[in-house]
């Protein structure tokens, strides 16, 4: 696309009915609001290893306040609707 912050399953098609999961949900938020990702991982969250696809974007989010603190984060568990707004 043409702000990189989201992208198409094939050519034809985009995937506007697929679900979402809490960890693709952080990194969309950094790529929209053009927050700095670092490779820096701080072990925030016991369920985030410093492995995980999102775990950059899900630090960021942390640091720029819209990921409240918490024990766990569940990054492959599908993000609710009013969860997304939260942020």
């Given at each position: 696309?043409?702000f990189d912050?989201?992208?198409?399953k ?8 697929d ?22 991982h701080?072990?925030?969250?016991y369920d ?8 950059p974007?899900?630090e ?9 603190s918490?024990?766990y ?15």
């Amino acid at each position: 696309s043409a702000f990189d912050v989201m992208q198409a399953k094939s050519d034809t098609v985009f995937g506007s009915t697929d679900l979402m999961t809490r960890g693709e949900a952080a990194m969309i938020m950094c790529k929209f609001a053009n927050i700095p990702v670092g490779n820096e991982h701080k072990n925030s969250f016991y369920d985030v290893p410093a492995d995980h696809a999102y775990a950059p974007y899900i630090e960021a989010g942390l640091d720029y306040g819209f990921i409240s603190s918490d024990t766990y984060f569940r990054p492959d568990d599908y993000i609710l609707g009013y969860e997304f707004l939260k942020m």
